[in-house]
């Protein structure tokens, strides 16, 4: 399966990305669970963290080197912005 390329990352707190793909989606990424495993563990530096970019020609995103996750990992392991509104919406509503 071809994944799509990361168009634009944003660092957010509590360890999390937000993503927009090339093919217009937005999604949220939790790394926490990733943090527990070498070499990200050095991710939780919130100040490198935050220094993420994406990376060349959109195939995943980095923070150095030795630091980077593909846009596969990146689009199977998110939730997408519309998804996560829903949940906000529909847990706001009130049942009559």
Known sequence: ??????????ALTNYQLFLIFDNVVS????SKQLLQNSPFEI?????LFMTV????GGYGVIWNDDLDL?????????????TVQNLVENSTKKVS
């Not at 991710?43 to 100040?47: A, I, R, W």
């Not at 970019?53 to 060349?56: I, R, T, Y």
């Open 43 to 47: 991710l939780k530096d919130e100040q």
């Open 27 to 30: 999604k949220v990424y939790d």
């Open 70 to 82: 593909s846009e596969a990992t990146l689009w199977e392991n998110s939730f997408a912005l519309a």
């Open 53 to 56: 970019k994406k990376g060349s």
């Open 1 to 10: 399966m071809q994944y799509p390329k990361i168009s634009y990352v944003q």
